[in-house]
């Protein structure tokens, strides 16, 4: 059983919003590091943001920077993308992952300062598509 799960994607014109949520039923998702990534067609995966469990701190790709915004959902138990002004480049199946260890260093300020961005997460989510055109 997969223990993410993404929701949200579609079809959206240039310019538009889309919130995805990553869920997870067997586990407080307050307490652990969420990773967004995207993976286009032909393209290599690439991570969009993410929330440490341990200090909250967050992250963007300069990509997206000022258009997503990640976010907790403790009432829902979710992790959120909220991604506004859309454009065709952002058209990709995107991924929501974990390695499900609480309050690991997983993006938290200090860990990616000392050592980068870590991608190889454990646990991944199946994806949901999003689709950007006119």
């Known amino acids: 059983q997969v223990p993410l799960v993404e929701s949200g994607g579609g079809s959206v014109q240039p310019g538009g919003s889309l919130r995805l949520s990553c869920a997870a039923s067997?586990?407080?998702?307050?307490?652990?590091?969420i990773g967004w990534f995207r993976q286009a067609p032909g393209k290599e995966r690439e991570q969009v943001s993410c929330i440490s469990g341990k200090d909250d701190n967050t992250w963007y790709a300069a990509s997206v920077k000022g258009r997503f915004t990640i976010s907790r959902d403790n009432v829902n138990n979710t992790v959120n993308l909220q991604m506004n002004s859309l454009k065709p480049e952002d058209t990709a199946t995107y991924f929501c992952?974990?390695?499900?260890?609480?309050?690991?260093?997983?993006?938290?300020?200090?860990?990616?300062?000392?050592?980068?961005?870590?991608?190889?997460?454990?646990?991944w989510g199946q994806g949901t598509v999003v689709t950007v055109s006119s």
């Open positions: 992952a974990s390695d499900l260890i609480p309050v690991d260093s997983y993006c938290s300020r200090y860990a990616i300062q000392r050592s980068g961005l870590r991608t190889d997460l454990r646990y």
């Open positions: 067997e586990f407080n998702l307050d307490l652990y590091g």
